[in-house]
């Protein structure tokens, strides 16, 4: 079976890039139903994902926290505060 870009009409793809959609995808032809486009906050995100990869991806930021003692620890080990 081979998905033609007359078969997918919510996207305006090319035969080469259905193809490689077809090869990225587990089992193939067979595991597609539809292409759908992006919406625009998904193409938002891909645009500053393929940005700046030498950064990684835009939207995690790591943050690393040190507590000097477990004084202000709670019993389930959650950050308690005093008033």
Same mark, same amino acid.
């Given at each position: 079976?081979?998905?033609?870009?007359?078969? !997918?009409?919510?996207?305006? +793809?090319?035969?080469?890039?259905?193809?490689?959609?077809?090869?990225? @995808?587990?089992?193939? $032809?067979?595991?597609?139903?539809?292409?759908?486009?992006?919406?625009?906050?998904?193409?938002?995100? !891909?645009?500053?994902?393929? +940005?700046?990869?030498?950064?990684?991806?835009?939207?995690?930021?790591? @943050?690393?926290?040190? $507590?000097?003692?477990?004084?202000?620890?709670?019993?389930?080990?959650?950050?308690?505060?005093?008033?």
């Amino acid at each position: 079976m081979r998905i033609t870009p007359q078969m !997918l009409p919510l996207v305006n +793809l090319e035969a080469v890039h259905i193809e490689r959609i077809a090869q990225a @995808t587990a089992g193939g $032809v067979a595991n597609i139903q539809d292409i759908y486009p992006l919406i625009p906050a998904q193409e938002g995100i !891909l645009f500053h994902h393929l +940005l700046d990869r030498q950064r990684g991806d835009t939207y995690i930021v790591s @943050t690393l926290l040190s $507590v000097s003692s477990e004084s202000g620890w709670g019993p389930d080990r959650s950050i308690t505060t005093r008033d």
